[in-house]
């Protein structure tokens, strides 16, 4: 059973940037269609990036031109680099496949704020 680990959250002004990473353990991680989401107070979790097993990338239209996701599968790892940061981007940041396979990991918590 794949288990995620998301980190790279914290709090930033408007206008900065965040990496996030999520790391996947166990094996054909890059057999999988991955994504990020994210998960407001008071909001369903939405989906904002999906990029497939060779890079292929999709994007929610209130993130596209700001935010970039990217893999590395030697590494196991999914990023989303988040630029020109808005407080309406404040939520919890989760990864996990295109489908929502596997079971939820805790997130990382986003706060933009001036």
């Known amino acids: 059973q794949v288990q995620l680990v998301e980190s790279g959250g914290g709090l930033v002004q408007p206008g900065g940037s965040l990496r996030l990473s999520c790391v996947g353990s166990?094996?054909?991680?890059?057999?999988?269609?991955m994504a990020w989401y994210r998960q407001a107070p008071g909001n369903q979790r939405e989906l904002v990036a999906v990029?497939?097993?060779?890079?292929?990338?999709n994007y929610a239209r209130s993130v596209t031109g700001r935010f970039t996701i990217s893999r590395d599968n030697a590494q196991n790892t999914v990023y989303l680099q988040m630029t020109s940061l808005l407080p309406e981007d404040t939520a919890v940041y989760y990864c996990n496949t295109a489908s929502q396979y596997f079971p939820w990991g805790q997130g990382t918590q986003v706060t933009v704020s001036s």
């Open positions: 166990g094996s054909a991680f890059s057999m999988y269609t």
């Open positions: 990029i497939t097993g060779i890079g292929n990338t």
